[in-house]
């Protein structure tokens, strides 16, 4: 049982910087694989980035391979998603997921979303 709350989102411009944070409640979060999604309003939900309950398989989308970085603290109940060289195309709304299979194309546990907007 997880509750996850992300924050980070905002505006910026094509080449700049951004970091997601979702925070997750309760004690249980290290026992999930936690990941994050993002969709565009009228296209599918897309997987970005995705790492296992111990950290020790992490896994990304080509499209966002080198400049996201996904990361997880155990100690603070969070999961990080470290976004470089933003691209326009990188525009959606992110949200955090837990579950129990890492390889999962959709997880269990879901946030609100937070919207990255990335200007041309």
């Known amino acids: 049982q997880v509750q996850l709350v992300e924050s980070g989102g905002g505006l910026v411009q094509a080449?700049?910087?951004?970091?997601?944070?979702?925070?997750a409640s309760g004690r249980t979060f290290s026992?999930?694989?936690?990941?994050?999604?993002r969709q565009v309003p009228g296209k599918e939900r897309e997987f970005v980035?995705?790492?296992?309950?111990?950290?020790?398989r992490i896994r990304y989308d080509d499209s966002v391979k080198d400049r996201f970085t996904i990361s997880r603290d155990y100690a603070?109940?969070?999961?990080?998603l470290q976004m470089n060289?933003?691209?326009?195309?990188?525009?959606a709304v992110y949200w955090c997921?837990?579950?129990i299979d890492f390889w999962a194309r959709a997880y269990d546990y879901w946030g609100q979303g937070t919207q990255v907007t990335v200007s041309s």
Do not use: H, Q
Not at 18 to 23: P, Q, T, V
């Open 97 to 99: 997921a837990a579950g």
């Open 49 to 56: 980035a995705a790492i296992s309950r111990d950290s020790n």
């Open 15 to 23: 080449g700049g910087s951004l970091r997601l944070s979702c925070a």
């Open 76 to 80: 603070k109940n969070m999961v990080y």
């Open 85 to 91: 060289n933003l691209k326009p195309e990188d525009t």
């Open 31 to 37: 026992g999930y694989a936690a990941g994050w999604f």
